[in-house]
C-alpha cells in the first residue's frame, strides 16, 4: 500500500544526487571494473547476495526490516549498480561487506535510510558518514516516512517481548547508573539486571566511544538510544561494538 507514495520519492531522488552529496561520499569512485547486481537481487536477501564476479556479498552498516522491503518501487528494484567491498577478507559464510554504487543516485545507503526503507546498523563506517546516516534516520523516522509509519522506535525498553530477542531493533530509555569493571561497562536502564534493560561495552572498544564523542560519565540520568541485538541472558541486553550503536537525547 506504500508503493505509490515511495514511487514519487524516488523519482525525486533520482533528480538530487549532486544536491545529496554528503560525508558518507568522501573517498567513493564509481570504478567500471566493480561487479554489478541487480537491486532486486540485492533486495531478495540483502545479508546474501552474488554479483557478477560470482563472489557473494552483504549489504554493510545497513539492516533492511521485512516492512521496508514492502516499500520497494518499481524504478529502485530494477536498477543494477555496482558493488564496492569494505573488506578484502571473507567472513565464515564466504561472504563480504558491501556498499552499493549507482551512477545517477550515488551511495545507495542514504538513499535507502532517508527514503525510510533501511534501519542504520553501525559496523564498518567513518564516523563521520555514521553520524550522517543515522542523522538522517532521524529525519525520517520523525517524518514517518517509510517503515517509520508501522515501526517506531521500542520507547519503553519493558516493552520487549520474547519474539525481538535475537532480532536488531531501537531502544530508547533514561540511563539509570553506569558500572564498570576490569573487562566491561554496564550501562544500567533499572535497579534488577535480571529484569532491566543492560547495555555492555567491552573495554577493548571504549576508547572508541571517546573518539566518536560519547562521554559517559554525564549520561547518568539522561535519555539515551540504543540500537543492537536483542539478547537475553538472565536480563535483556544490547552489546555495544560500535560507539554508533550509541546515541545522547537530552
Not at 564496492?84 to 535510510?113: C, F, M
Not at 517506531?152 to 547508573?177: F, P, R, T
Request: aromatic fraction near 10%; proline fraction near 4%; include cysteine.
Amino acid at each position: 500500500m506504500f508503493r505509490r507514495s515511495v514511487a514519487l520519492f524516488y523519482f525525486l531522488l533520482g533528480h538530487m544526487g549532486a544536491v545529496l552529496a554528503a560525508p558518507c561520499d568522501e573517498g567513493l569512485f564509481l570504478d567500471e571494473s566493480l561487479p554489478t547486481i541487480r537491486m532486486s537481487e540485492v533486495l531478495a536477501n540483502p545479508l546474501r547476495f552474488a554479483a557478477s564476479d560470482g563472489e557473494f556479498y552483504y549489504l554493510a552498516d545497513l539492516t533492511v526490516p521485512e516492512q521496508g522491503l514492502l516499500l520497494i518501487d518499481d524504478f529502485f528494484e530494477e536498477r543494477e549498480v555496482r558493488i564496492k567491498a569494505l573488506k578484502a577478507q571473507k567472513d565464515r559464510w564466504g561472504r563480504r561487506p558491501a556498499i552499493l554504487l549507482d551512477p545517477e543516485l550515488g551511495d545507495l545507503s542514504v538513499r535507502l535510510v532517508k527514503a525510510g526503507m533501511a534501519i542504520v546498523r553501525p559496523q564498518l563506517r567513518a564516523f563521520n558518514c555514521l553520524k550522517f546516516l543515522i542523522n538522517l534516520e532521524s529525519v525520517a523516522r520523525e517524518k514517518n516516512v517509510g517503515l517509520w509509519v508501522i515501526k517506531n522506535v521500542i520507547n519503553d525498553y519493558k516493552s520487549i517481548s520474547y519474539e525481538q530477542i535475537g532480532h536488531y531493533g531501537i531502544v530508547e530509555a533514561k540511563l539509570i547508573s553506569v558500572g564498570q569493571t576490569r573487562s566491561k561497562t554496564y550501562l544500567n536502564f533499572g535497579g534488577r539486571w535480571t529484569e532491566d534493560l543492560t547495555g555492555i561495552i567491552q573495554r577493548g572498544t571504549l576508547a572508541d566511544f571517546s573518539e566518536f564523542g560519547h562521554d559517559l560519565s554525564v549520561m547518568k540520568g539522561k535519555r539515551v538510544r540504543l540500537r543492537g541485538v536483542m539478547q537475553l541472558n538472565q536480563g535483556p541486553l544490547i552489546e555495544l561494538k560500535h560507539p554508533a550503536q550509541l546515541e545522547l537525547l537530552d
